[in-house]
């Protein structure tokens, strides 16, 4: 709201990707932006960097997408962890299980891109 008492324009974007997504390009925007006038113009200058560039309508909402992706993200870590130190506990190969635990209904990031147990590669 101050931004507009000075007329200016107040979009966040936060992304998603990580370092690896910057560099190539692959990044997701999460925009808050509530004129869709604004969105165009942010999402030229946006798109060359990213993959996706997604409109979530209003100031902060960029935000709460982000808080809300990271807090599945880490849910999901933590089960991914906790499934694999079982398994290990249990005595079966981690390399093993992750390797069925990405072509299953376990399927997720934490198992087939940053998996959360020394010596396993995505």
């Known amino acids: 709201e101050k931004a507009k008492d000075y007329k200016m324009r107040w ?6 990707g990580g370092i690896g997504a910057a560099a190539a390009g692959t990044l ?7 004129e869709p006038k604004w969105f165009d113009e942010a999402e030229k200058i946006l798109e060359p960097m990213g993959k996706a560039v997604i409109n979530c309508e209003k100031p902060g909402a960029g ?18 962890a906790e499934a694999l130190n079982l398994g290990k506990k249990l005595g079966i190969d981690l390399h093993i299980l992750s390797e069925i635990m990405k072509i299953s209904s376990s399927r997720c990031w934490s198992i087939d891109t940053y998996p959360p147990a020394p010596g396993l590669n995505p």
């Open 11 to 16: 979009i966040d974007s936060p992304v998603s």
């Open 28 to 34: 997701t925007f999460m925009v808050g932006c509530p």
């Open 63 to 80: 935000q709460i997408a982000k808080a809300c992706n990271n807090l599945a993200l880490a849910i999901e870590m933590v089960a991914v």
